[in-house]
């Protein structure tokens, strides 16, 4: 054997045993590691941030909040404030973080609890007053229910989503948060591009995904991952961003995201909706204040440089979920 084989028969054996002891460490599956190693920048980094949750964040509701009193919870809570939107704060003591929940203010819509990435896609869609919006897969109405306070309770947002039980937590949370302008439909996402074709302004779609963003919160991810699930997962949402993109109007936008890491969710999604539908196109995401790593352009079954204008978020940049947002625009 030559010496520069033998090197990398060792550095291989070296990143194996590695590789293995994390595994056992944090029980993460050692194939999940050796998989991501490859995507995620600054890997140590990232495997470091997932001995530990996030801090929390909060948004406040304009929609019962005045201006005035934003201030005053603020205070009650030791928040400080996000770049991105101005009723987006994220909590300094931890000690906080257990009884938010519980709080008047939480139980009458004044606060809602959601993971600085979860708020992100409503913020790059950035929907206007008096447009008509689709939020495709809205429980339990997080997104929903920010979109609707960007465009103050006007116009309209349809908020779908194919799982009965988890619309009663969609609509729990559109009645606490004091949403006026939306209307509920409990549809396969599928059948919206035919029955809706070319009705909205805007298209918000936050696909069901392998959830693997999520796992400094829920180690229970993992009870279902593989590459099958990722390659299952892949397919439906597939037929879902074509069923949002047939919805859109021409000039309108649609934001796909994730909470993953898998390209074959991300950007072999939206590879695959650019090679479908030539008048897609991809635009440029900034996010003020916020660490952004550009799209994968090379995986595997497919290559485009365009898909550099995706952004992925990584924990260990932010201090939040693993996320994943496009923006493309029907011409």
């Known amino acids: 054997m030559r010496k520069s084989d033998k090197r990398k028969s060792d550095f291989a054996k070296r990143e194996t045993f590695s590789f293995k002891t994390v595994s056992l460490s944090l029980k993460i599956p050692e194939k999940f590691l050796i998989r991501y190693q490859e995507i995620i920048p600054d890997f140590p980094l990232f495997l470091k941030s997932l001995e530990k949750k996030p801090r929390l964040s909060i948004r406040i509701n304009p929609l019962k909040v005045k201006e005035e009193d934003v201030l005053t919870i603020i205070k009650k809570y030791d928040c400080e404030p996000l770049p991105f939107y101005k009723y987006a704060f994220r909590l300094k003591n931890e000690k906080d973080e257990i009884s938010i929940g519980n709080t008047l203010e939480h139980f009458l819509g004044y606060i809602y609890v959601q993971d600085i990435a979860s708020m992100l896609p409503a913020i790059v869609l950035a929907p206007e007053k008096y447009e008509k919006v689709l939020d495709l897969t809205a429980a339990p109405g997080s997104k929903t229910t920010l979109l609707s306070a960007l465009m103050e309770n006007t116009g309209l947002v349809v908020a779908n ?4 039980e988890r619309i009663k937590a969609l609509t729990g949370n559109i009645d606490r948060m004091g949403v006026l302008n939306c209307v509920i439909t409990n549809l396969r996402g599928e059948r919206f591009g035919n029955l809706f074709f070319e009705y909205f ?8 995904c392998s959830s693997e963003g999520t796992i400094s919160k829920n180690y229970e991810v993992f009870n279902h991952w593989s590459e099958f699930y990722i390659n299952k997962m892949s397919k439906i949402q597939k037929n879902l961003i074509i069923s949002a993109f047939k919805s859109l109007k021409k000039g309108g936008i649609l934001v796909y995201s994730t909470c993953t890491f898998a390209p074959e969710e991300n950007e072999g999604v939206i590879n695959f909706l650019l090679q479908k539908y030539p008048n897609a ?3 440029e995401i900034t996010i003020h204040g916020i660490r952004t790593s550009p799209g994968i352009a090379v995986w595997r079954d497919f290559q485009n440089e365009e898909l550099k204008k995706c952004v992925r978020l990584y ?8 996320f994943f947002i496009s923006k493309i625009r029907k011409i």
Not at 161 to 164: F, I, P, R, Y
Not at 201 to 208: E, F, G, R
């Open 161 to 164: 989503d194919v799982n009965l």
């Open 201 to 208: 302004d805007k298209v918000l779609l936050d696909a069901p």
């Open 281 to 283: 196109y991809l635009e």
């Open 315 to 322: 924990p260990h940049y932010n201090e939040c979920e693993g």
